[in-house]
Structure formats: structure tokens, C-alpha cells
């Protein structure tokens, strides 16, 4: 019997690996167009966002507030991760990526009841749909996350949440439909350049991020108590982390393993490098000492700034984008700040929105192919002028649809801790617990 048995698969064996390299077979495996290096990339790519968030924001921001609030900062950050996926599976994805109206998707992709591995996209098939659903969900968690610096140390946790849901379908998804996936929707802008988020991610956090620290208001002190970083370590460590991420958040943008995405990356670096050296450069002369806060805050400067440019521009223009965004967001965040006293606790909006914006109006120079080094093909005057009714219908829904979420919020569950909760801390005051013990 297993003679037989035997025999029957010395037949059958050699029959199998002739059907297993048939032209029909081969031809079915051809046919896929998904590529696996694309692929690849962007699996480490959207590895590389969220570690931007968990643990390089977190990080950054907890070294700043004072050491009864660090583990606030990572909860913060911690639960937005959670709560901003669950929002995107839901319904945040289908309103960003999917055909619907003049302004915002529609509902056809609510919970993604149709997706497998095998799905793709029409406009990007060389990538699982699952992939690119995954990717730019880490975009819609990190971009709330920016803002929550704007009012550090004294925000409710539970106002914060429901801030973060409600203005990411209100205010982010409109703009990532309008800008990433159906031109003319933005306002009927069309030829809108923003490969990563300088328009989507950074002026729209940026904008909320100046509103919030107005409407809930200073901290206990502001402005004549000194707010000094707890630990400068965590930041510069939090820093780096958002630098290594950042190639991922740039990079990644291609959708592809390719020498755009190669191009994308090296811009990328030299404009951090450019801004970190310029930020330093000004607190030397003017301080006579170069600090370790101000290198770190210039190199998230520069990287804000190229991101929106980053797919246009070549490294002559990285660099001279690094360098005035530097030199602006300086500016506002050690005058204009101080100037007007609003209390924008980490400087978010002096770093996110004015460089988030500085790259988005500045790539119409220095991409387009008149300016040495650019790569876009585009005139210089029309771009400025498509980039600038960008940048300020995008401060105008930001600023109104954060300012009617904040007054709502505010009278239903309340948007601050009461005063003795801030000075206790919210460590102790949300969460029960402490970040250091005696």
C-alpha cells in the first residue's frame, strides 16, 4: 500500500511543479499590480509617522511642561493614537478618500466593510488599499496631537477628546478631501502643492492651536511666572525621534520607493539642518550662548516648513526654505508672542502654523523649475497665488470651525481644570498618578 502511495506521488509531483510554473499561473501573479518595494516603503513609512507620535511628540512636549504634568502629555498623546484610529476606521477615511461632495467625502467607506489585501486604489494600485488607508490614518492621529502643546497644563482631558474628533472631521478631513484627493474641491482651487501635510497638517493645527490657547486662557502666572522646561533631555530626545519619523512623514508622501521619494528625503534633512543652525545662530548672538531648547525647536521649524515642499523643491531651495522659516518662526515665537500675550504654551503655532505656512507660499518660488534646483513645472506667479488662497481659506475654516467646537465644549462639559487642579497638577488631578516618585 504505501509502495503504491509511493509511486502515485512520484506521478502526480512532477505534474504539480509543471502546473505550479504554467503560463496561466505566471500570468495571474503578473497581473497584480501591487509592487512589493512600494510597499514595503510604506509599511516602514507609516511605522515611522506613528512612531512620530508615540513616542517622539510625546516625549518633546512632556520635557517642556513642568514635572507635575509630564504623564498628562503622554496620556494625551497616548489616547488621541487610539481614539483618532477607531474615528478614521469609522468614518474619518471614508470622508477624507472616497467621492462625495463639493466639500467633503461621502459614507461609501464607513468601517472599510469591503476591504482586503488584495484591494487597491485607483489612483495609487501599486500599493495594498488596506496600506494606504493605514498610512495616512497615522496623519489624522498626529495632527490633534500638535495642537494639545497650544494648551498644555490646563485643558480638561475629556474636552480635549471630544475637541480632537469633532475637528478632525470638521476641519481635517475637508482639507485632506479638497487638497489629496478631489482637486477643485478646496474651494474650488485646483494645482494646490502640499505633499505632506504643510497646508492639511500643519496650518490647520497651527490655527486651532492659536485659537485654543486664547479661548481657554492662560496658565496660573502667564505672563510673568517663568515656565521653564522640566527636562530639556526628553525634548531633544523627543526631537530627534520626530526627526528619524519625519522621513517617514515626507518620504512616504511618494507612495513609492523611488528617486522622488530618495529627493523628498534629502530636502528633508538639509532643511532641519539649515533651520537648526539659523535658530541657534540667532540665540547666540543675540544671548551669547547657543541653547540646546532652541536647536532642537529650529530643526521641527524647518521640517514644518519643507514638508508641504518637499516633493517640489531641490536642496538649494530645501535650504533656503530651512533658513527664513527659522528666522520667521523665531520671530513669532519670541516676539510676536510676547507682543499680543497669548500663551501658546510650546509654541506651537510660532513653529507649526507660521512654518507650515512659510513652506507652503515659499514653494511656488523655489519649486518651480525657473529657480535652480526646483522640480515642478509650474509659473511662478499663478502657484503663489493658488498657494496663498490655500493657506488662508484653510486659516479661515481652522480658525471658525475651532472657535464654535471650543464655545460648545465649553458650555456643555467645560473646557478647563479648575484652578486648584492646575496647581496640583494633572497628573494627580486627571490621571491618579504621578511621573516621579520620592
Known amino acids: 500500500m504505501i509502495h503504491t502511495l509511493l509511486r502515485g506521488w512520484r506521478i502526480l509531483l512532477p505534474a504539480l511543479i509543471v502546473f505550479s510554473a504554467s503560463p496561466a499561473h505566471a500570468a495571474g501573479a503578473a497581473d497584480s499590480s501591487i509592487n512589493t518595494g512600494d510597499t514595503a516603503w510604506l509599511l516602514v513609512s507609516t511605522a515611522l509617522v506613528l512612531f512620530m507620535m508615540i513616542p517622539g511628540l510625546a516625549l518633546f512636549y512632556a520635557g517642556l511642561v513642568k514635572s507635575r504634568n509630564v504623564l498628562s502629555i503622554f496620556m494625551q498623546c497616548f489616547a488621541l493614537t487610539c481614539v483618532m ?8 477615511y471614508s470622508l477624507s478618500f472616497s467621492d462625495g461632495n463639493s466639500f467633503i467625502g461621502g459614507l461609501g467607506e464607513v468601517f472599510m466593510k469591503d476591504l482586503t489585501g488584495e484591494t487597491v486604489r485607483e489612483d ?11 498610512y495616512q490614518m497615522m496623519f ?12 498644555a497644563e490646563r485643558m480638561k482631558f475629556s474636552a480635549i477628546l471630544v475637541f480632537s474628533i469633532l475637528w478632525g472631521l470638521l476641519v481635517y478631513a ?4 479638497g487638497v489629496w484627493h478631489k482637486a477643485g474641491a478646496f474651494f474650488g482651487l485646483t494645482g494646490v502643492k502640499d505633499l505632506a501635510g504643510g497646508i492639511v497638517v500643519h496650518i490647520t493645527a497651527g490655527v486651532a492651536a492659536l485659537v485654543a490657547c486664547i479661548m ?3 496658565r496660573r502666572g502667564y505672563p510673568h511666572t517663568s515656565f521653564v522646561p522640566h527636562n530639556l533631555v526628553l525634548t531633544v530626545t523627543g526631537a530627534a525621534m520626530l526627526w528619524v519619523g519625519w522621513f517617514g512623514f515626507n518620504g512616504g508622501s511618494q507612495l513609492a520607493a523611488n528617486g522622488a521619494a530618495a529627493m523628498t528625503i534629502t530636502v528633508t534633512h538639509l532643511s532641519a539642518c539649515t533651520a537648526s ?9 543675540k544671548n551669547g550662548k547657543p541653547s540646546v531648547l532652541g536647536l532642537a525647536t529650529g530643526s521641527i521649524a524647518g521640517l514644518a516648513a519643507i514638508t508641504p515642499a518637499s516633493g517640489v523643491v531641490g536642496p538649494v531651495g530645501a535650504i533656503c526654505i530651512g533658513a527664513v522659516s527659522a528666522l520667521l518662526c523665531w520671530l513669532s515665537c519670541a516676539k510676536l508672542k510676547q507682543k499680543f500675550q497669548y500663551d501658546d504654551s510650546l509654541d506651537v503655532f510660532g513653529v507649526h502654523g507660521v512654518g507650515g505656512f512659510v513652506g507652503t507660499i515659499l514653494l511656488a518660488d523655489f519649486g518651480s523649475k525657473s529657480f535652480a534646483g526646483g522640480l515642478a513645472d509650474f509659473a511662478i506667479g499663478q502657484q503663489l497665488i493658488t498657494q496663498s488662497l490655500a493657506a488662508l481659506y484653510t486659516i479661515v475654516l481652522s480658525g471658525v470651525i475651532s472657535v464654535v467646537l471650543l464655545l ?6 467645560g473646557i478647563r481644570v479648575t484652578e486648584s487642579q492646575e496647581r496640583e497638577g494633572l497628573d494627580l488631578a486627571e490621571h491618579g498618578e504621578s511621573a516621579y516618585n520620592n
Open 408 to 413: 460648545g465644549i465649553k458650555k456643555t462639559i
Open 277 to 285: 543652525l539659523v535658530w541657534m545662530g540667532i540665540e547666540w548672538l
Open 140 to 151: 489624522f492621529l498626529i495632527t490633534p496631537g500638535l495642537f494639545i502643546g497650544a494648551f
Open 216 to 218: 481657554v486662557g492662560p
Open 124 to 134: 495609487c494600485p501599486q500599493i495594498p488599499k488596506v496600506l494606504h488607508f493605514v
Open 85 to 92: 484610529s477607531i474615528v478614521w476606521l469609522a468614518c474619518g
Open 174 to 177: 475637508p482639507c485632506c478631501y
